[in-house]
């Protein structure tokens, strides 16, 4: 149980364009999600969280604008980053939970962008 | 907000039960650790959790000595294919369970 699917694993797109990465629960309802970003040999950074019908959460000093996240259903949360340069070329990874409560949050297999 | 220390790396053989140690010293009352794996080019998988004390399943133990400062994840008899990064986190319980990543472990195994 607990799986999350993440959509596409790779994608290289060009310099100037957006790439749109799903982050779907397959399995249960996730009210919250997360997004992170990890670059190669570093760890995980967050993102923002994303709450279902509601705003997205960023952290400090992501650009909101660049990095569009919708979480329009209870399974479905969606990041595009928009406008994409060659520095936003990362390994994205989504987590989801079913709500508030101390679980192990499932992640998602993760996406690897490349911006040429 | 906790933040977590870890060692950057450790190394180890196959067959060794491996310990590695993580430190928390402003962690909440409401607030769990939880320990995750992760290969190159996957999502963190889950290994365990717990509040206090002693915490274990089918592929760790996980040690929370009673002023929850500090956890230990232990792992039995290692094999090569336990080489990968481990991470301990704690619950910010208050924000929405945010997890923040430290720096992780990276555990080599060697034959």
């Known amino acids: 149980g607990a799986v999350v699917s993440q959509h596409p694993s790779w994608v290289i797109c060009k310099s100037g364009t957006s790439v749109k990465i799903e982050c779907r629960s397959l399995d249960f309802q996730a009210t919250t999600m997360f997004w992170y970003r990890q670059f190669p040999k570093q760890s995980l950074m967050l993102m923002a969280t994303s709450n279902e019908g509601s705003k997205a959460t960023y952290e400090q000093g992501v650009e909101k604008d660049k990095f569009l996240i919708n979480h329009a259903s209870l399974t479905l949360s969606t990041l595009t980053v928009t406008s994409a340069h060659p520095e936003d070329s990362s390994f994205y990874i989504c987590s989801a939970t079913p709500g508030t409560g101390n679980y192990g949050y499932t992640f998602g297999s993760g996406t690897r962008l490349t911006v040429v | 907000l906790a933040k977590t220390t870890q060692p950057i790396s450790m190394d180890s053989y196959e067959g060794q039960e491996v310990n590695i140690t993580c430190s928390h010293n402003n962690i909440a009352t409401n607030d769990y650790i939880t320990w995750y794996q992760q290969f190159p080019s996957q999502g963190p998988r889950f290994i365990i959790q717990?509040?206090?004390t002693k915490v274990t399943n089918e592929v760790a133990s996980l040690f929370i000595p009673a002023d929850r400062k500090s956890s230990t994840l232990s792992l039995p008899r290692v094999s090569l294919s336990d080489t990968a990064v481990y991470y301990c986190?704690?619950?910010?319980?208050?924000?929405?369970?945010?997890?923040?990543f430290g720096s992780g472990t990276k555990l080599n195994v060697k034959p």
């Open positions: 717990g509040y206090k």
């Open positions: 986190l704690v619950g910010d319980g208050g924000n929405f369970n945010k997890f923040y």
